[in-house]
C-alpha cells in the first residue's frame, strides 16, 4: 500500500459516519475496513499499523484482522473505483474487524486514535441499527422477489409460444 498521509490538521476534524459507512465492506460475512481506510482516518501510514499489529499480534486473532485473498482483493477492486491502487498490487490488503478496530486504537495510543475509533464504532453501530430496522422490510422484499420469479417464468411461457406460431 502507498503512503496514506493525510495533513494533522485533517486527522483531528469529526469524519461523518455516513463517509466511515463508505469504507466498511462486507467481507467473509463480517462487516471490515482496510487497513489503508484506516491508516487514512488515523493520520499514519499504512505501514505503521501493520507494524504497530505485528508487535502486539497477540491482542489481533484472525477474527480481528485478517488478510485478503486474490480473490476477494480482486472483488474489491471490481466494486469499488477509489481502490483501483491494489489492482496491480502483489501485497493483498489486511482488513480489521469492528473488534480489530477497538483494539487498533489501544495499540496506537494517540488522541486522534481514541477519537477516531470512537467515530468508528458509531458508524459500526449506526449500520447495525439500519440492518436491524429494515429486516422486517428485507424479509419482505426477498418473500416478493421469490413469489415473482415463478410468475415470470410462467408469464414468459404463453409470449414464446405466441412467437413461434408466428414464425
Same mark, same amino acid.
Given at each position: 500500500?502507498?503512503?496514506?498521509?493525510?495533513?494533522?490538521?485533517?486527522?483531528?476534524?469529526?469524519?461523518?459516519?455516513?463517509?466511515?459507512?463508505?469504507?466498511?465492506?462486507?467481507?467473509?460475512?463480517?462487516?471490515?475496513?482496510?487497513?489503508?481506510?484506516?491508516?487514512?482516518?488515523?493520520?499514519?501510514?499504512?505501514?505503521?499499523?501493520?507494524?504497530?499489529?505485528?508487535?502486539?499480534?497477540?491482542?489481533?486473532?484472525?477474527?480481528?484482522? *485478517?488478510?485478503? &485473498?486474490?480473490? #476477494?482483493?480482486?472483488?474489491? @477492486?471490481?466494486?469499488?473505483?477509489?481502490? /483501483?491502487?491494489?489492482? !496491480?498490487?502483489?501485497?493483498?490488503?489486511?482488513?480489521?474487524?469492528?473488534?480489530?478496530?477497538?483494539?487498533?486504537?489501544?495499540?496506537?495510543?494517540?488522541?486522534?486514535?481514541?477519537?477516531?475509533?470512537?467515530?468508528?464504532?458509531?458508524?459500526?453501530?449506526?449500520?447495525?441499527? *439500519?440492518?436491524? &430496522?429494515?429486516? #422486517?422490510?428485507?424479509?419482505? @422484499?426477498?418473500?416478493?422477489?421469490?413469489? /415473482?420469479?415463478?410468475? !415470470?417464468?410462467?408469464?414468459?411461457?404463453?409470449?414464446?409460444?405466441?412467437?413461434?406460431?408466428?414464425?
Amino acid at each position: 500500500m502507498k503512503n496514506n498521509n493525510i495533513p494533522a490538521s485533517e486527522a483531528n476534524k469529526t469524519i461523518s459516519i455516513n463517509e466511515i459507512e463508505d469504507m466498511i465492506f462486507n467481507i467473509r460475512g463480517v462487516q471490515v475496513m482496510l487497513d489503508s481506510d484506516l491508516a487514512q482516518l488515523y493520520g499514519v501510514e499504512t505501514k505503521r499499523i501493520n507494524e504497530q499489529v505485528k508487535r502486539n499480534i497477540e491482542r489481533f486473532p484472525k477474527t480481528f484482522r *485478517f488478510q485478503l &485473498s486474490d480473490n #476477494e482483493t480482486n472483488e474489491l @477492486v471490481a466494486n469499488c473505483d477509489r481502490l /483501483q491502487n491494489l489492482k !496491480h498490487s502483489s501485497f493483498h490488503p489486511y482488513v480489521f474487524t469492528e473488534q480489530g478496530v477497538a483494539m487498533l486504537s489501544t495499540v496506537l495510543r494517540s488522541q486522534t486514535a481514541i477519537t477516531v475509533s470512537i467515530q468508528i464504532m458509531d458508524a459500526f453501530v449506526d449500520m447495525r441499527h *439500519f440492518l436491524v &430496522s429494515n429486516s #422486517e422490510l428485507f424479509h419482505r @422484499v426477498t418473500s416478493l422477489e421469490k413469489k /415473482q420469479f415463478p410468475l !415470470h417464468r410462467q408469464s414468459s411461457l404463453p409470449h414464446w409460444r405466441i412467437t413461434q406460431r408466428f414464425r
